[in-house]
Each structure stands twice: as C-alpha cells, then as structure tokens.
T-cell receptor, first 113, second 112 residues
Framework: EPEVTQTPSHQVTQMGQEVILRCVPISNHLYFYWYRQILGQKVEFLVSFYNNEISEKSEIFDDQFSVERPDGSNFTLKIRSTKLEDSAMYFC???????????FGDGTRLSIL | GESVGLHLPTLSVQEGDNSIINCAYSNSASDYFIWYKQESGKGPQFIIDIRSNMDKRQGQRVTVLLNKTVKHLSLQIAATQPGDSAVYFCAEITNRDDKIIFGKGTRLHILP
C-alpha cells in the first residue's frame, strides 16, 4: 500500500537555526498538508497546499514557516529561525481530494535546543 | 469556536470485549468525519470515515455512528485485540475548507 514518507525521523537543531522537514506524499495525491503535535497534545493543522500554492494556513503558520513543492515528488516545510516552542512532531499528509481521507506519514520529531 | 473533543482521555477494555469510544463535536457545519488511530511513534492512521448524510457505517470490526442532532460521533471496535491499543482521535472537516480538526484523543488500553 502506498505510504507518505517523511525524513528525517528525528531532527535536533539549535534555536535560531533553519530547519527543513521533508515529505514524499503518495504519488497520485493532489492535496498536501502539514500538521504538528506537541507531546501529549492533539494534532494541529498548520497549512494546506494545492496546485502549487497555499490553500489555507493556521495562526501557528507565521512568517517563520514556509512550504514548497520543489519537484514532482517532494513537499517540504521550512522553519526559518527555530524557537524552543517549535519542538514537536511534524506530520505530513496527502489526499486525492478534499472529501477524501488524508493519509499521514509517521512524522519528524523536531527537538530545538 | 470550532472544536472536536472526546469524552474520556483513557479507556480500559478486556481483550475480546467490544470497545466504544465517544466524541462530541461543536461545529454544525462539519459534514465529514474521520476516526484515526495513532500508535506510539507513528502518524495517525485512517480507520473509517462517515459523511453527514449517513448515520452509520461499518468496516472490518469497526462501526462509526453519527448523531447530528446531538453532534455526537462514536467508534465501536468489536472483539478488541491487543493490537487495538493506541490513541484514537475523531476528526472533522467542513465543506468550506479541507483542514482536519482533531479532538484530543482517547487512549485505549487492552486488559489481558
């Protein structure tokens, strides 16, 4: 069964540094998402992406965040200058349509020191 | 505001018994609901979904019930197995956007 894959599984970064989280969505999917989950809390929406542009973003997704689909397979989340509170699991998801279930990767654990 | 929540943070069930996990949602504009299962160290895994024009949907060992009158969603797992141990999230999507709004989750413990 096709899967969403995310790399790295764990990223440790110094506060203030830039970090790029990578995702390879399922190949025939058209809608892409990033979510985050702070330890012990619920999963929170960050941003949705369709047709090479952001469809919707949450309040969390401020100017320090950006997304990109640099080629036909990768979907990246960049945090420009990381803060301690950015420490969380970051999940990528994709789907064929807005009325279809989103499929999630296993996440990248981001630890900011 | 929009919110999706679950009634219990933890549920313990004897192996072989049926499990019922409940969820209340507050946004009457939501028209698509999903149950996800999250095992330790993994991402949310799709279990079953239901649209607002239905009140019941069955899968393999799982059933989702939707009561729009009281904005209540439940997940029933038949003959619970050790592999069902996980955190279960209900989630909603409105027809105006495509982001998933997750509830806080119920951790299901299976007792031997």
């Amino acid at each position: 069964e096709p899967e969403v894959t995310q790399t790295p599984s764990h990223q440790v970064t110094q506060m203030g540094q830039e970090v790029i989280l990578r995702c390879v969505p399922i190949s025939n999917h058209l809608y892409f998402y990033w979510y985050r989950q702070i330890l012990g809390q619920k999963v929170e929406f960050l941003v949705s992406f369709y047709n090479n542009e952001i469809s919707e973003k949450s309040e969390i997704f401020d100017d320090q965040f950006s997304v990109e689909r640099p080629d036909g397979s990768n979907f990246t989340l960049k945090i420009r200058s990381t803060k301690l509170e950015d420490s969380a699991m970051y999940f990528c998801a994709s789907t064929t349509g807005q009325d279809q279930p989103q499929h999630f990767g296993d996440g990248t654990r981001l630890s900011i020191l | 505001g929009e919110s999706v929540g679950l009634h219990l943070p933890t549920l313990s069930v004897q192996e072989g018994d049926n499990s019922i996990i409940n969820c209340a949602y507050s946004n009457s504009a939501s028209d698509y609901f999903i149950w996800y299962k999250q095992e330790s160290g993994k991402g949310p895994q799709f279990i079953i979904d239901i649209r607002s024009n239905m009140d019941k949907r069955q899968g393999q060992r799982v059933t989702v019930l939707l009561n729009k009158t009281v904005k209540h969603l439940s997940l029933q797992i038949a003959a619970t197995q050790p592999g069902d141990s996980a955190v279960y999230f209900c989630a909603e999507i409105t027809n105006r956007d495509d982001k998933i709004i997750f509830g806080k989750g119920t951790r299901l413990h299976i007792l031997p």
